[in-house]
């Protein structure tokens, strides 16, 4: 997941090289970041964390 910091005032938007969260190595794989895993395997695309 990537942060876009957005100039509300000159106007622009920039990647901010600070700010990285890796699901890559999440103990069951790689996830989404949309993406929820419940105990027992289910998951779902409908809530954001």
Do not use: A
Not at 3 to 25: H, P, S
Not at 26 to 40: A, S
């Amino acid at each position: 997941m990537l942060q876009i910091d957005c100039n509300t005032e000159k106007g622009g938007m920039k990647l901010n090289k600070e700010f990285l969260v890796d699901f890559g190595n999440e103990p069951d794989g790689p996830t989404l970041v949309h993406e929820i895993r419940y105990n027992g395997g289910d998951c779902t695309s409908d809530i954001w964390v």
